[in-house]
C-alpha cells in the first residue's frame, strides 16, 4: 500500500517533504502500469484479508490522506484517466471553510462538498478522524469523537457507510484499534514504514509514505519487494517508548498535531 499526501508544484513547507510533483506523480503511475500492478481499492485488499474475496495479481493499492485541493481535481484526474482505483482518507474537520475544526497547518484544501465528487472519479472514500490529533494520545471520549464525528460527517454527504480509516501519521495503539472496531469501521491503515501482505493486520494495515525524494526507482524496489519490511510485525521498543513520551506531553499540552 501507498501513502500519499498532496500532489502539487509548490506546497506548504510544512508537508513538503510529503508531496510529490504532478510529473513524478504521473512516472510513478506510468511506471506502476508498466510493471504490470493492478491498482485496487482499500477495500478489496481488506476483503482479502477477511477471506471474502481473492486479489488479482501484482495488486497495488494508493491511499491519499488529509484531502488537499488537488485531490478532486487533477489528481484525481490523472487516476481516472488511468482507470487506477484509489481510497481517499479525508480529514472532515479542514475541509470545512474555515478549516478551524483541524490541527493541520494552513494549506489549500478541498471542501466537504466535493467529497462525493470523488466516488464520480472511481475513488474510495475513508476517514482519517475531525482534527488529526494522534489518537493514541486521547481520552476514551475524545478517541470515540474522532472517529465516529468523521465517520458521520462523510456518511452524511455520501449518503452511505464509510467503513475504512486511516490514522492520522499512523499513530495507534492496542486501545486504537479497539475503538476504531467499535466505532463501526471495518479496517484502518497505519503507516509502518513497510509493505502490507496476505497476512496483514486488518486495523493496522501497513503503509509506505512517498515523498518528494523517492524516485521511480524507489517504487520499483518496493514492488520487487525490497527495501522494507513486511508486515505484520510487533511494535519495536522504540515505538513503544515514543507513544509513552507523546501520551506524557499530550497530558501536559493537550491534544496534539500528528504530523
Do not use: C
Not at 506548504?12 to 510513478?28: K, L, N, Y
Not at 478489496?44 to 485541493?69: E, K, W, Y
Not at 518496493?222 to 515505538?239: I, K
Not at 501520551?247 to 500528528?258: E, L
Amino acid at each position: 500500500m501507498l501513502l500519499y499526501h498532496a500532489v502539487m508544484d509548490d506546497p506548504p513547507e510544512w508537508i513538503a517533504e510529503f508531496t510529490v510533483t504532478p510529473r513524478d506523480f504521473s512516472a510513478q503511475l506510468d511506471a506502476l502500469a508498466h510493471w504490470g500492478r493492478t491498482p485496487v481499492p482499500v477495500g478489496a485488499l481488506v476483503a482479502h484479508l477477511a477471506g471474502r474475496a481473492p486479489l488479482p495479481d501484482r495488486p497495488v493499492v494508493l491511499t491519499f490522506d488529509d484531502g488537499f485541493a488537488d485531490l478532486p481535481g487533477p489528481t484525481a484526474e490523472a487516476l481516472a484517466g488511468r482507470s487506477v482505483p484509489a481510497t481517499a482518507y479525508l480529514t472532515t474537520g479542514a475541509l470545512t471553510r474555515s478549516g478551524g475544526g483541524s490541527l493541520l497547518p494552513p494549506a489549500p484544501m478541498m471542501g466537504l462538498g466535493q467529497v462525493p465528487l470523488l466516488e464520480q472519479y472511481g475513488m474510495e472514500v475513508g476517514g482519517h478522524t475531525v482534527t488529526h490529533a494522534q489518537l493514541d494520545t486521547l481520552s476514551g471520549a475524545a478517541l470515540r469523537s474522532e472517529l465516529v464525528d468523521s465517520k458521520r460527517a462523510l456518511e452524511d454527504v455520501l449518503g452511505h457507510r464509510v467503513d475504512h480509516l486511516a490514522y492520522p501519521h499512523g499513530y495507534n495503539s492496542a486501545r486504537v484499534r479497539r475503538a476504531a472496531r467499535a466505532a463501526g469501521y471495518e479496517s484502518a491503515a497505519a503507516v509502518r514504514h513497510a509493505l502490507s501482505s496476505g497476512r496483514d493486520e486488518p486495523y493496522r494495515i501497513a503503509r509506505l509514505i512517498l515523498r518528494r525524494s523517492h524516485t521511480v526507482r524507489d517504487l520499483e524496489r518496493w514492488m520487487a519487494g525490497e527495501g522494507a519490511r513486511v508486515a505484520p510485525f510487533p511494535d519495536s521498543l522504540r515505538t513503544v517508548g515514543w507513544r509513552w513520551y507523546r501520551r506524557a506531553r499530550a497530558a501536559a499540552r493537550g491534544p496534539v498535531f500528528a504530523g
